[in-house]
């Protein structure tokens, strides 16, 4: 799909299809990701 028609589609999702999209595997709380952010680090 062109970048045009795709940004012409994309102009109208609703906040769960950009979610899904850009986070197809879900979304982890903010909590739990500065949990694992610090874990990685501390290696």
């Known amino acids: 799909m062109p970048e045009i028609d795709r940004n012409k589609l994309m102009k109208n999702w609703t906040d769960s299809e950009w979610t899904d999209f850009f986070c197809p595997n879900g979304t982890m709380p903010l909590e ?12």
Request: glycine share 0%.
């Open 32 to 43: 739990e990701f500065r949990k694992y952010a610090h874990e990685i680090t501390e290696d």
